[in-house]
């Protein structure tokens, strides 16, 4: 099976990409666990600062040590040059907050997946003339389930996740997957700056693992 596919397959199956960053490497590390502990197998940590990349270099080094069946992204990329930094630090896969036509180049021809953050049709159709299956619906707060509803009749080839604005309740899941995402993307609403700041990783995982839950009733 290629990369790609592998990623793909990945996070639609669990249904949901948990998100975040954190500047300090022990706590970094101890949600990636958490996250894991729960039953994620894909998780995209954030490029936000200088910290990232190092944090990022620790979390492949514990993963590759501890979890080797998870796969660790890259968010918040913005150009080709930041996306081979993280490659070359272990990253599986590539997200953006928009669409960026060198990544999306990059990682067609070598067979890296690629979620660009899109918010209007003409980004999706760009995305999608450069050889992207998948896209970020991003903000998914402004967008809206209505959003999504409309537009997916005209990209029946594209698989769509938002993130932003995606709440932990069945309601808010539901609304989405109803509307035809085949994942959703979720940050602080999981992994919170409070829980983050007490290092309640705990809280971390038994939210995680409840959302895994409704994601599976959903489902099903």
């Given amino acids: 099976m290629s990369k790609s596919k592998t990623v793909y397959d990945s996070i639609v199956n669990q249904g949901i990409l948990p998100l975040y960053f954190n500047a300090d490497e022990t706590v970094s590390v101890e949600i990636l666990k958490s996250l894991y502990r729960a039953g994620i197998k894909a998780i995209e940590y954030t490029n936000r600062g200088e910290k990232a ?3 990022f270099k620790k979390l492949i080094e514990v993963r590759n040590a501890e979890m080797q069946d998870l796969l660790i992204g890259i968010g918040t990329v913005k150009n080709l040059n930041q996306s081979k930094q993280f490659l070359e630090l272990g990253a599986d896969f590539l997200v953006s907050p928009g ?6 180049e990059y990682a067609v021809a070598n067979d890296i997946f690629y979620a660009p953050g899109c918010m209007t049709p003409s980004e999706i159709i760009a995305a ?6 998948f896209i970020k619906l991003f903000p998914g ?7 999504m ?3 997916k009749d005209v990209f029946p080839n594209l698989s769509f996740m938002p993130t932003g604005g995606v709440d932990t309740t069945k309601e808010s899941i539901e609304s989405w997957y109803k509307a035809g995402v085949v994942s959703v993307g979720m940050g602080s ?4 700056k409070s829980l983050m700041e007490n290092k ?8 995680t693992a409840a959302v895994l ?4 009733t959903i489902k099903h």
């Fill in 213 to 216: 839950e409704i994601i599976r």
């Fill in 189 to 192: 609403k999981l992994v919170s």
């Fill in 99 to 104: 669409f960026v036509l060198e990544i999306a």
């Fill in 53 to 55: 990349a190092n944090n």
């Fill in 128 to 133: 999608e003339n450069a050889g992207v299956k």
């Fill in 141 to 147: 707060n402004i967008l809206g389930v209505e959003f």
């Fill in 200 to 207: 309640d990783y705990a809280a971390i995982q038994n939210n």
């Fill in 149 to 151: 509803s409309t537009i």
